[in-house]
T-cell receptor
Framework: QKEVEQNSGPLSVPEGAIASLNCTYS??????FFWYRQYSGKSPELIMF????GDKEDGRFTAQLNKASQYVSLLIRDSQPSDSATYLC????????FGAGTRLTVKP | EAQVTQNPRYLITVTGKKLTVTCSQN?????MSWYRQDPGLGLRQIYY???????DKGDVPEGYKVSRKEKRNFPLILESPSPNQTSLYFC????????????FGQGTRLTVV
């Protein structure tokens, strides 16, 4: 079992819709959770981090964490074509572990 | 401007010819690491360093070396590159090993023929 699993996609949503990206992790001791966005050929950049169970909102982005289910998600409201990218879930216990990423396409 | 700088951005080399990819950060971060990114496999850690003169293997260290003689620099060395090391490489730095944001360099696309 991979340590951090994401659906590779591609996930396609129309402009203005909600995009839902999901991630599961295997290490119950994981303490911090990150979402990075990576445009094609570019380096990953941090969108959000979450440490506690529940929801954390930042503008159009909401991260959701459920440690009991070992599940973390990212919701993007009012999706824009500029949100089209690969989204990497990262989980930190002793070291940062990355999922393979979900490719999101927002169609105008 | 806070940044992680990698060089070169693109490199094509031949099997067996030693090469070094440089990485430098200006944020006074203690923790630095190298990743390679391959399609379908995501980011895999090659080596990391918790401070000057302290380095350790990540998940895929075979065929790579690193050094950390100064806090800001963390070069990646391929003594004898092979075609299976063709990949996209990222250097990253963070304040500490756990629970903190990683800042990534621009990436180095390496092709070994």
């Amino acid at each position: 079992q991979k340590e951090v699993e994401q659906n590779s996609g591609p996930l396609s949503v129309p402009e203005g819709a909600i995009a839902s990206l999901n991630c599961t992790y295997s290490d119950r001791g994981s303490q911090s959770f990150f979402w990075y966005r990576q445009y094609s050929g570019k380096s990953p950049e941090l969108i959000m981090f979450i440490y506690s169970n529940g929801d954390k909102e930042d503008g159009r982005f909401t991260a959701q964490l459920n440690k009991a289910s070992q599940y973390v998600s990212l919701l993007i409201r009012d999706s824009q074509p500029s949100d089209s990218a690969t989204y990497l879930c990262a989980v930190n216990f002793r070291d940062m572990r990355f999922g393979a990423g979900t490719r999101l396409t927002v169609k105008p | 401007e806070a940044q992680v700088t990698q060089n070169p951005r693109y490199l094509i080399t031949v099997t067996g010819k030693k090469l070094t990819v440089t990485c430098s950060q200006n944020m006074n971060h203690e923790y630095m690491s190298w990743y390679r990114q391959d399609p379908g496999l995501g980011l895999r850690q090659i080596y990391y360093s918790m401070n000057v003169e302290v380095t350790d293997k990540g998940d895929v260290p075979e065929g790579y070396k690193v050094s950390r003689k100064e806090k800001r620099n963390f070069p990646l060395i391929l003594e004898s590159p092979s075609p299976n090391q063709t990949s996209l490489y990222f250097c990253a730095s963070s304040l500490s090993r756990g629970n903190t944001e990683a800042f990534f360099g621009q990436g180095t696309r390496l092709t070994v023929v």
